[in-house]
């Protein structure tokens, strides 16, 4: 299964990775950067404290196949164009042979997987969420576009306290077929040479509702982060995770076995993205408005 492999790093103050880049708000040759994130498509910094800034790894802007991640990502949020639920970019519309990298706006509250971790989520809040989550599928989905990695991490907190879906690299839309798919715990099962679909990415919002719901994501308990921070014991879960668990937990999808969500605050909603009985996102949220 493709998916980004996060590595924090710390704080460095020199220029940023790409020299002169300019975003739309005139941002040039940021003051101080902070690498975040070293993943399989991109090295992710703040910019000033208020930047997200996207490179391709190595910042190899000559390599094409390093650049298509940055590609793809610019392409999506050119279609979706800006919206109170899809991540502020603040480098749309350049053609691409000026594109470089990707900046997005920096949000404070984190991703939603993190948020929750260190927040306690009132009732209230977790139910406009899990709608904004719901509203955020139906937008993509209607220009054409397919997450293909959906998760609760891939959500951003704004400072309204408001949902913004982001994370395009592996996204696919129409003649631009996806470069990636799910984590196991939020994978359907398929032919993986094919398109992703609304269905792949409906399976993969079942699994993003019920870490919102739960706290955690499905089958997780298989492999427990450790609670060292020891890079051995991280090495060794990433390993296991990969080598077993992920096999693991596609043969119990396969069945169609699934975690359970008896007693779950809309359980019932989460098993139907699993067991396919909705066509559509706008299907998944009117049997939540009507609950």
Known sequence: ?????????????????????????????????????????????????????????KNDVNNP??????????LIYNILGPHPR???????????????????????HSDLTSYCKKHSISPTLRSKWFRQILESIILIHSFGVIHSDLALRQFLVD????????????????DNPALGYEKASHCLPRDYELPNTEASDIFALGSTLYELVCGNAPYSELNPVPESNDPEAIRAHVRRQHAVIDYVIEERYKAREFADVSGVWNG????????????????????????
């Open 1 to 57: 299964m493709m998916n980004l492999t996060l590595l924090q790093m710390s704080e460095e103050n020199h220029p940023s990775p790409t020299d002169n880049a300019t975003s739309q708000q005139g941002t040039t040759e940021p003051q101080t950067k902070q690498r975040l994130i070293i993943g399989i498509f991109a090295d992710v910094w703040l910019l000033n404290g208020t930047i997200i800034r996207k490179t391709p790894r």
């Open 268 to 291: 019932h909603i989460i098993l139907g993205c699993w067991k396919g009985e909705f066509a559509t996102a706008k299907e998944v949220l009117d049997t939540f408005l009507e609950s």
């Open 159 to 174: 400072n309204n306290f408001d949902l913004r879906l982001g994370d395009f690299n592996s996204s696919q839309c129409p």
């Open 86 to 108: 899809i991540a502020e970019c603040l480098t749309l519309n350049q053609h691409k042979d000026n594109i470089k990298h990707i900046d997005i706006k920096y949000y404070p």
């Open 65 to 74: 196949e390093a650049m298509l991640p940055i590609y793809r990502e610019a």
